[in-house]
């Protein structure tokens, strides 16, 4: 059995880590308020640039934009996992990599290599110590990024898809739903998919260009993609900061029911201490007696 002291040493490390975790529970909150607000901006001119993208793209032939083009063999994939470069939020980081295992499970059942670029250090060394296929890795980007970051992987995993190495390339991040649920999602970059065009094309607007369509879109889909990458950080940011700030909340409520109980033994212990005095006085008290 633990001695009082003991005891003693255990309620003073977990009302040190509850002061620790109720911290991180502060600091979350205050990023949360600020990645939540820039992705509730970004979300709506993210859906009206696809929506205009793939309506212009669905009056033009495939063979307008190498974006378009569908490879008539697929052999090797690329794909972009977005993660945090820190752990302590939950199950967070553990849900995306096990989408990533089942997609990559899913194109090798198929016969196709798939290749990583890791933008976060979770997924990263995961998959590092899998001796997995990494092209690329990004980290400490999540601490203060901005469009030019997104810019820069994005341009990173569209160039094998463009010299050739790859014939299509995916993108996982986490979708922010709520406080309580944050989902991986995965999402086909390239080649645009016809399918997507069709979606939109009943609700389509038609848009008058200068130069033609054809010419607009060599400038639009490089952006397009710089657009779905950055939405992918927007969301895995906000999803990271809810993450890690219920977790903390759970890690505070356990260290507080765990103060209490050993508060609860620690007193029985130590009541049993004063009763084991008392009777060795109340003994020696008799031995005299006799």
Known sequence: ???????????????????????????????????????????????????????????????????????????????????????????????????AERFIRAKKAEGIEVELTCVGRKGRDFFRRRKADIRQGYADLWNKFDFSNAQAVARDAVTPFTTGGVQEVY???????NMATQRPRLVQLLPVKAEVVE?????????ITEPPAEQFLE????????VMVYQGF????????????????????????????????????????????LMDIIGGAEALKG
Request: proline share 3%; aromatic share 6%.
């Open 219 to 226: 400038y639009l889909l490089p952006r397009y993609i710089n």
């Open 1 to 99: 059995m633990a001695t009082l002291r003991d005891l003693r040493q255990k309620v003073a490390a977990v009302k040190k880590t509850q002061q620790i975790t109720k911290a991180m529970n502060m600091v979350s909150a205050a990023k949360l308020r600020g990645a939540q607000s820039r992705m509730e901006q970004f979300r709506p001119y993210a859906a009206a640039f696809r929506n205009m993208l793939t309506g212009m793209a669905s009056r033009v032939e495939p063979e307008a934009h190498p974006y378009f083009q569908q490879a008539p063999v697929v052999e090797k994939v690329e794909l972009v996992l977005m993660t945090a470069d820190r752990g302590l939020c939950g199950s967070f980081n553990t849900n995306l990599i096990v989408a």
């Open 234 to 277: 927007l969301e895995s940011s906000t999803s990271e900061h809810a993450a890690r700030m219920t977790a903390m909340d759970n890690a505070t409520t356990n260290c507080k029911e765990m103060i209490t109980q050993l508060t609860l033994v620690m007193n029985k212990a130590r009541q049993a201490a004063i009763t084991k005095e």
């Open 171 to 177: 993108l996982i991040h986490a979708e922010f739903i």
């Open 199 to 207: 979606e939109v094309a009943v609700t389509r607007q038609e848009y």
